[in-house]
């Protein structure tokens, strides 16, 4: 059984870091498609950032310098780096995997992906303040 448990999450003022992490168990190795997106209340999923199976990245545009993906296989774990967070940051954050292909770019800049990626992690709530 797949399962993938995020940790990181918090409370910070606005101009501060975060590092999430999303350990996935049950899978033999990262090869596939990861992914964080995330809801604020009211609103819908976006992708916020995926990195695919060679390293490839894409970010959503208003994080875009901000935030880091990056992976590491020998942990099976992948994180979300976040500096210089705002308060238009503050959400619930989901990790998700997907083994199937997906184009990078439209999983950040369009509804692609928000509800279909194969599986999730539970959420971690991230919170800005101002």
């Known amino acids: 059984q797949v399962q993938l448990v995020e940790s990181g999450g918090g409370s910070v003022q606005a101009g501060g870091s975060l590092r999430l992490s999303c350990a996935v168990s049950?899978?033999?190795?990262?090869?596939?498609?990861m992914a964080w997106f995330r809801q604020a209340p009211g609103n819908e999923r976006e992708g916020v950032a995926i990195?695919?199976?060679?390293?490839?990245?894409a970010y959503r545009d208003s994080v875009k310098g901000r935030f880091t993906i990056s992976k590491d296989a020998a942990k099976n774990t992948f994180y979300l780096q976040m500096n210089a967070l705002k308060p238009e940051d503050t959400a619930m954050y989901y990790c998700?995997?997907?083994?199937?292909?997906?184009?990078?770019?439209?999983?950040?800049?369009?509804?692609?992906?928000?509800?279909?990626?194969?599986?999730w992690g539970q959420g971690t709530q991230v919170t800005v303040s101002s």
């Open positions: 998700a995997i997907d083994p199937r292909s997906r184009n990078i770019v439209r999983v950040v800049s369009t509804r692609e992906g928000r509800l279909d990626f194969y599986h």
């Open positions: 049950g899978y033999p190795h990262i090869t596939a498609y």
């Open positions: 990195i695919d199976t060679d390293g490839n990245t």
